[in-house]
């Protein structure tokens, strides 16, 4: 049963505004999530993290916030460049274990 | 020299044959880790190494064997495959195997005929 879920396949918007990207999770033992982006034909490179201690966290334009009694989080990019057009996984582990469990991924399409 | 490199980036082979998947990592990590993507899945957990130990085996099929002869270097040996395992097969490494964040490499495509 999937834990990590990314109920969007994909996302276009315009240059400029903002990008929200969503993800729910069903293990309340989690408790570090990860956003990764894939461009076509390269590995999954990290973006962001969350300890589960925290309710945000920001690096520059991308900001990821989570809500732990939803089980839900979210990356925001502002503001979106065509640039950050690339396929974006959710991730989410507990920190004893080894396992990342990823999401099935959802493709950000930033249009000029 | 990118992070983690893998070789061949794309493979196709038939039922019978036996290929090895090779993975190199360059950022001096203690863990390394074989992942499967199919289309429309996300990705899979297959085998975990740490310090040249495997510490996790996803209940993979036999059929695929990993070997980690050092903490730089990781091998996915296939024999027998079937179509169904046509995927692509990304490599990652952390520093240590503990819920970290992982480096991955461009993965190999791989087609089973």
């Known amino acids: 049963d999937q834990q990590v879920k990314q109920n969007s396949p994909s996302l276009s918007v315009q240059e400029g505004r903002i990008s929200i990207l969503n993800c729910d999770y069903t293990?309340?033992?989690?408790?570090?999530f990860l956003w990764y982006k894939k461009y076509p034909a390269e590995g999954p490179t990290f973006l962001i993290s969350?300890?589960?201690?925290?309710d945000k966290n920001e690096d520059g334009r991308f900001t990821v916030f989570l809500n732990k009694s939803a089980k839900h989080l979210s990356l925001h990019i502002v503001p979106s460049q065509p640039g950050d057009s690339a396929v974006y996984f959710c991730?989410?582990?507990?920190?004893?274990?080894?396992?990342?469990?990823f999401g099935k991924g959802t493709s950000l399409l930033v249009t000029p | 020299e990118t992070g983690v490199t893998q070789t061949p980036r794309h493979l196709v082979m038939g039922m019978t044959n036996k290929k090895s998947l090779k993975c190199e990592q360059h950022l001096g990590h203690n863990a390394m880790y074989w992942y499967k993507q199919s289309a429309k899945k996300p990705l899979e957990l297959m085998f975990v190494?740490?310090?040249?130990?495997?510490?996790e085996n996803n209940s993979v099929p036999s059929r695929f064997s990993p070997e980690c002869p050092n903490s730089s270097h990781l091998f996915l040996h296939l024999h027998t495959l079937q179509p169904e395992d046509s995927a692509l097969y990304l490599c990652a490494s952390s520093q240590d195997a503990v819920g970290e964040k992982l480096f991955f490499g461009s993965g190999t495509q791989l087609s089973v005929l």
């Open positions: 293990n309340s033992m989690f408790d570090y």
């Open positions: 991730a989410a582990s507990v920190n004893s274990g080894y396992a990342l469990n």
């Open positions: 969350i300890s589960s201690i925290k």
């Open positions: 190494y740490s310090l040249e130990e495997r510490v």
